[in-house]
C-alpha cells in the first residue's frame, strides 16, 4: 500500500489537500525527517482496531489452552 510523506508544516497548511493527495491511502507526517505519526483514514483506523482486539482474544484463548482448562469439540454448523 503507497504511503504519501508530508510535513508536518504541509499538514498544517493545507490538511485536507495533504489527505485529498493520499487518495484514501495513509500519510506519513514528518518533523525534521523524524516520523511523528501518521494520519490514516477511518476504515484502515478501524481495521487495525479489530486485528489488535482478534490478537487480545487470540492470547487470552492461548493461556487458557496452555493452562489445562479442558476443551470441548463444536462444529460450526452448531454455533
Request: proline content about 8%.
Given at each position: ?38 494520519c490514516v483514514p477511518p ?37
Amino acid at each position: 500500500m503507497p504511503s504519501l510523506v508530508a510535513s508536518i508544516s504541509e499538514l498544517k497548511k493545507n490538511p485536507i489537500k495533504v489527505l485529498d493527495e493520499a487518495e484514501g491511502h495513509p500519510v506519513r507526517i514528518l518533523d525534521r525527517d523524524q516520523t511523528v505519526f501518521y494520519c490514516v483514514p477511518p476504515d484502515i483506523y478501524k481495521q487495525l482496531v479489530e486485528m489488535a482486539e482478534d490478537q487480545g482474544l487470540n492470547a487470552i484463548a492461548d493461556a487458557r489452552l496452555s493452562g489445562g482448562q479442558e476443551t470441548v469439540p463444536v462444529a460450526l454448523r452448531d454455533l
